[in-house]
């Protein structure tokens, strides 16, 4: 580019090129602008050519994080979930064995709660989770399990387009850690007979409505609540989303999360 710019030049102000320096300010404009014009270009092809590699930089990470999920996640299920899943078939058959035995059922109880937690985790490492469809079966599935042997009676509506977006492990984890304590309150508090969880996608916002029969609450004064409210409140700001709780012939819970801000980032 240089030897380019230094041929603009002679050109110009030589006498060979029959230019007059004080008599011909076109042609001095003329060459300035293909100078600029020129390194405009070069600039442009470098910041292209870095944008490049930061992109392939970018997906390489993203890969190598990617597998190395999936390998943990694998590695669990593997070492510690099927050693943990025969311990708790042994509790529980020990529990009926010697149902009198109060240690025995409280045992029985840590084992669940530990291997529920386990599992989690493993669905929170696996990459193939990342799915936005993933996400939010597996939250219906999850607080339909964890209402199954109470007496309230749980309902669910799942929207029938499911966007193809990827969230990124974070958020996800956020999402599902949320909802799951809204139904963990109802458990605890609200006293109720009947549960709904509405799910709904409109204009990248994921909607999510929880919805009980129970006493109620005032949510200005929810010292009884504990932490449970606490920490709603706190992973719905992490998620950049709204949160509205109604109290009147039970409550209702609505939680708008924008999607764009919670994807995994990812350059094509």
């Known amino acids: ?82 050693g943990l899943t025969a311990l708790k078939l042994y509790t529980e ?19 669940n709660e530990v291997s529920e937690k386990i599992n989690e985790i493993i669905w929170s490492t696996n990459a193939q989770s990342d799915e936005l469809e993933d996400l939010l079966y597996y939250i219906e599935g999850q607080i339909r399990k964890l209402f199954e042997l109470t007496t309230i009676s749980f309902s669910s509506e799942l929207p029938e387009l499911i966007p193809n977006y990827v969230i990124n492990s974070q958020s996800r984890k956020e999402c599902y850690l949320l909802v799951k304590e809204i139904a963990h309150n109802i458990l605890k508090h609200a006293a109720a007979t009947k549960v709904k969880l509405t799910i709904d996608i409109d204009n990248d916002n994921l909607l999510i409505s929880i919805k009980d029969d129970g006493i109620g609450f005032d949510p200005d004064k929810s010292e009884g609540l504990g932490k449970g409210l606490h920490n709603i409140r706190q992973r719905t700001d992490r998620l950049k989303g709204t949160l509205i709780i109604e109290s009147y012939k039970g409550t209702l819970v ?13 350059m094509s």
Do not use: W
């Open 254 to 266: 609505n939680i708008k999360i924008p999607l764009k801000v919670n994807l995994m980032v990812r």
């Open 1 to 82: 580019m240089n030897k380019l710019c230094l041929t603009i030049f002679h050109l110009v102000f030589s006498e060979a090129g029959h230019i007059n320096f004080f008599s011909n300010l076109g042609a001095i404009n003329v060459a300035v602008c293909a100078i600029v014009a020129i390194s405009f270009g070069a600039i442009l092809y470098i910041n292209k050519k870095n944008l490049s590699t930061y992109k392939d930089k970018l997906n390489f990470q993203n890969e190598f994080i990617k597998s190395e999920r999936e390998r943990i996640s694998g590695e669990i299920h593997d070492e510690i979930g099927s």
């Open 93 to 111: 058959l020990a529990s009926r064995t010697r149902p009198d035995v109060e240690e025995m059922q409280k045992i029985r109880g840590m084992v």
